[in-house]
T-cell receptor, first 114, second 112 residues
């Protein structure tokens, strides 16, 4: 069964550094998403991406964050100048269609900012 | 403000019994509803989707939707210890490429 893959599984970085989280969505999916989950809290929407541009972003997704689809398979989330409160599990997800289609999640990247 | 509410639990159910998980949502315009299962430290895994009022069954799982009451539920029959996890209710407001809004999840414990 096709799946969403994320790398790395765990990233440790120092405060103020830039990190790039990588994702390979399911190949025939058209919509891509990033979510995050702070330990013990709920899964929060960050951004959705379609046709090489951002479709929607939440209040969390400020100028510190950016997304990119640099080639036909990868989808990346860049966090500039990381803060302690950015420590969380970051999930990439993809779906074939619009909001009515189920999202399929990757295994996540655990980001630890020290 | 879009909100999805769930009782955080823990909900403890004996093995073999029916587990009933509930979710309410604030936005009457919501159109798509999903249940995900999340094991500790793992990613959400899709269990069921439901789009219209009534019941939808898939194996041991039944999702129920009542849009008038803004209420969606998940029943797990013949509960197994492997069903012990956090169950996340997720709602999509419109038919576009909007993100899902998740509830905090209900922690379910199946007692052998």
């Amino acid at each position: 069964e096709p799946e969403v893959t994320q790398t790395p599984s765990h990233q440790v970085t120092q405060m103020g550094q830039e990190v790039i989280l990588r994702c390979v969505p399911i190949s025939n999916h058209l919509y891509f998403y990033w979510y995050r989950q702070i330990l013990g809290q709920k899964v929060e929407f960050l951004v959705s991406f379609y046709n090489n541009e951002i479709s929607e972003k939440s209040e969390i997704f400020d100028d510190q964050f950016s997304v990119e689809r640099p080639d036909g398979s990868n989808f990346t989330l860049k966090i500039r100048s990381t803060k302690l409160e950015d420590s969380a599990m970051y999930f990439c997800a993809s779906s074939y269609g619009t909001g009515g289609s189920p999202l399929h999640f990757g295994n996540g990247t655990r980001l630890t900012v020290t | 403000q879009k909100e999805v509410e769930q009782n955080s639990g823990p909900l403890s159910v004996p093995e073999g019994a029916i587990a009933s998980l509930n979710c309410t949502y604030s936005d009457r315009g919501s159109q798509s509803f999903f249940w995900y299962r999340q094991y500790s430290g793992k990613s959400p895994e899709l269990i069921m989707s439901i789009y219209s009022n009534g019941d939808k069954e898939d194996g041991r799982f039944t999702a129920q939707l009542n849009k008038a009451s803004q209420y969606v539920s998940l029943l797990i029959r013949d509960s197994q210890p492997s069903d012990s996890a956090t169950y996340l209710c997720a709602v999509n407001l419109r038919g576009g490429a909007d993100g899902l809004t998740f509830g905090k999840g209900t922690h379910l414990i199946i007692q052998p």
